[in-house]
């Protein structure tokens, strides 16, 4: 099994910045690791549906966010280190949320929490105005 362990959320203020980092460990049911895993982030904030914030393949050739991150957040991932990143700035109140990563086994990352396999227990991720 892959385990996920994030770290890095915190209470901060409107317009700071933080780098959230999402551990990895074990194997897939087929021997794959972290560095051959398409990885991705989510958020849910109170009462909302969990959402989609950026994904990441696998070499990191290739990434995408969310429109309501794009130009402020920037996901990577050091394969040596068995960790994806999610460097958070200008950060906004409605970015509140809990931070899950996920891990997902196709070779290119999607947008639905459906395709992703292993999850994370998150980290809270707290903006005051």
């Known amino acids: 099994q892959v385990q996920l362990v994030e770290s890095g959320g915190g209470l901060v203020q409107a317009g700071d910045s933080l780098r959230l980092s999402c551990a990895a460990s074990?194997?897939?049911?087929?021997?794959?690791?972290?560095?051959?895993?398409?990885m991705g982030w989510f958020r849910q904030a109170p009462e909302k549906e969990r959402e989609f914030v950026a994904g990441i393949t696998w070499s990191a050739g290739n990434a995408g966010y969310a429109d309501s991150v794009k130009g402020r957040f920037t996901i990577s991932r050091d394969n040596a280190k068995n960790t994806v990143y999610l460097q958070m700035n200008s950060l906004r109140p409605e970015d509140t949320a809990v931070y899950y990563c996920?891990?997902?086994?196709?070779?290119?990352?999607?947008?639905?929490?459906?395709?992703?396999?292993?999850w994370g227990q998150g980290t809270q991720v707290t903006v005051s105005s």
């Open positions: 074990g194997r897939t049911a087929f021997g794959r690791t972290f560095s051959s895993l398409t």
């Open positions: 996920a891990a997902d086994l196709s070779s290119s990352y999607s947008a639905s929490q459906t395709n992703y396999d292993y």
